[in-house]
């Protein structure tokens, strides 16, 4: 196994309500989040009910293999940072069990 650096943490991010934020989701240490063709649907699926749940308007995605560009806008204030890292530790064990 290779070894792996530490990454320093973010600073906290502020995201305000009906201004655009640019995210970026990445996979562990930079490793893929989709391995197969599958697995853009399914995340696209998980991410609009994500959307849906913390009425956030999505205006721009890219999915990349090992990570995701994301370009949306708050509708009104939530208390959590992202639905998108959210989604990601929700169904990391469902989606890992799969590969």
Do not use: I, W
């Not at 959210?86 to 069990?97: G, I, K, L, R």
Request: charged share 20%.
């Amino acid at each position: 196994m290779k070894h792996k650096a530490c990454a320093m943490p973010h600073k906290p991010r502020m995201y305000l309500v009906d201004v655009p934020a640019y995210l970026v989701q990445r996979g562990n240490y930079r490793d893929a989040c989709c391995f197969c063709d599958d697995d853009y649907p399914y995340y696209l699926e998980v991410l609009g009910q994500g959307l849906r749940r913390d009425n956030v308007k999505l205006h721009a995605y890219c999915l990349m293999t090992n990570h995701v560009h994301l370009l949306e806008k708050r509708v009104a204030f939530h208390c959590c940072p992202t639905y998108a890292s959210m989604t990601h530790v929700s169904e990391q064990n469902e989606f890992a069990d799969s590969h």
